[in-house]
């Protein structure tokens, strides 16, 4: 069956080291999109792709990167984790030209 | 930016009826949708809506919209102790492919 995983499903981290959450889905989807959950924020999106090649910052983008090499995969940078990006990341993607967008099973990130 | 609003928590006991509401202040929203996220776990989606419908039904989860007022509600008829959950409403617009979700209604079932 087709799936959207990501890895690690937890991280405990120290301010100023850089940091890569792995994001992969089987779908074949054009779209990619990485969120952060906060108490009382709900989803924020932080960068999303169109495409192999193609990266646009979100909402919430500062201090974090992407980059689109392949169909299946979108790794998100912590350049130099701050302890404000502590937090819950998930991954999602859809179809090109449809707005369903299915989620992976998230990473709890801790950064001390 | 556009902006969706949603109470923190309801309550509820088994067998009654649920309604958690949202507002959204984008005019030219095409999709609303409803999420969940059972604790530990990604998002999963609901139901949606397209904008020029009122009411959407599948089986216990009734979806109304109010464009007027820009307001969206799910009525889960029934609730059972496994509907707990956090619920989130999104919206998308035009040919935009990005959601704005709401900040999630933490709906919990007391038996």
């Known amino acids: 069956d087709a799936e959207i995983t990501q890895s690690p499903r937890h991280k405990i981290t120290e301010t100023g080291r850089q940091v890569t959450l792995a994001c992969h889905q089987t779908w074949n989807h054009n779209n990619m999109f990485w969120y952060r959950q906060d108490l009382g924020h709900g989803l924020r999106l932080i960068h999303y792709s169109y495409g192999v090649q193609d990266t646009n910052k979100g909402e919430v983008s500062d201090g974090y990167s992407v980059s689109r090499s392949n169909t299946e ?11 404000s990006q502590t937090s819950v990341y998930f991954c999602a993607s859809s179809e090109a030209g449809v707005h369903e967008q299915f989620f992976g099973p998230g990473t709890r990130l801790t950064v001390l | ?71 969206l509600s799910l009525r889960i008829a029934d609730t059972q102790t496994g509907d707990s ?15 704005t979700f709401g900040s999630g209604t933490q709906l919990t079932v007391l038996p």
């Open chain 2, 85 to 99: 959950a956090i619920y989130f409403c999104a919206e998308t617009s035009g040919s935009a492919r990005q959601l």
């Open chain 2, 1 to 71: 930016g556009e902006d969706v609003e949603q109470s923190l928590f309801l309550s509820v006991r088994e067998g009654d009826s649920s309604v958690i509401n949202c507002t959204y202040t984008d005019s030219s929203s095409t999709y609303l949708y409803w999420y969940k996220q059972e604790p530990g776990a990604g998002l999963q989606l609901l139901t949606y809506i397209f904008s020029n419908m009122d009411m959407k039904q599948d089986q216990r989860l009734t979806v109304l919209l109010n464009k007027k007022d820009k307001h």
């Open chain 1, 73 to 83: 995969d979108l790794p998100l940078t912590l350049e130099s984790a701050a302890s």
